[in-house]
């Protein structure tokens, strides 16, 4: 079974929650993709958070106030999980669903040992709605691809090199 498009909808109060509980994150691989509007669709929310101590713990506040629960195959719910900072501390990647749609937390994506510090230096801020959403530069959304290699990545990859071409060209 497939899942259906994440839609903008979803975005938005995914980050409207992580925004109002203080998380620091950018939102990287198919969403920031999207945001860039180069047409590239995807069923879930990929962010890569800050893993300072203080953060975790705002981060977990806001998965309890998402409702978050594990996504596990076979279980269309998702299975409870008490999010805890020293829970999160440990995780490389945890993927959930949410009353607002899936979201999958990559605290190193690929290309990026530096993890949040190294793309947030280069985020651009994307508003959507009445949220304004930290999102990974094109680049690094390319490099990340390139690096994770993946099918559906290296499909990605022509176009998202193809819309950065055009957005250099234009500036």
Not at 17 to 33: K, M, R
Not at 55 to 73: D, H, K, Q, S, V
Not at 78 to 93: C, K, R, S, Y
Request: hydrophobic share 45%; net charge negative.
């Amino acid at each position: 079974m497939t899942q259906p498009e994440l839609d903008d909808d979803h975005v938005v109060e995914i980050c409207r929650v992580l925004t109002e509980h203080g998380v620091a994150f950018v939102v990287i691989g198919g969403v920031a993709a999207r945001l860039h509007e180069t047409g590239h669709s995807t069923v879930d929310i990929d962010v890569c958070p800050s893993s300072a101590k203080d953060n975790l713990t705002r981060l977990a506040a806001a998965l309890t106030a998402l409702g978050a629960r594990l996504r596990i195959e076979g279980e269309p719910e998702g299975v409870a999980f008490e999010p805890h900072q020293d829970l999160l501390a440990n995780m490389t990647t945890m993927t959930m669903v949410t009353r607002h749609g899936p979201l999958d937390l990559c605290f190193t994506p690929a290309g990026f040992s530096g993890g949040y510090d190294q793309l947030a230096a280069r985020q651009v801020v994307v508003h959507l709605a009445d949220v304004e959403i930290p999102v990974a530069s094109l680049e690094d959304v390319i490099v990340s691809k390139q690096f994770a290699g993946r099918p559906k990545d290296v499909a990605a990859l022509p176009a998202l090199e193809a819309h950065l071409r055009k957005q250099r060209r234009q500036t």
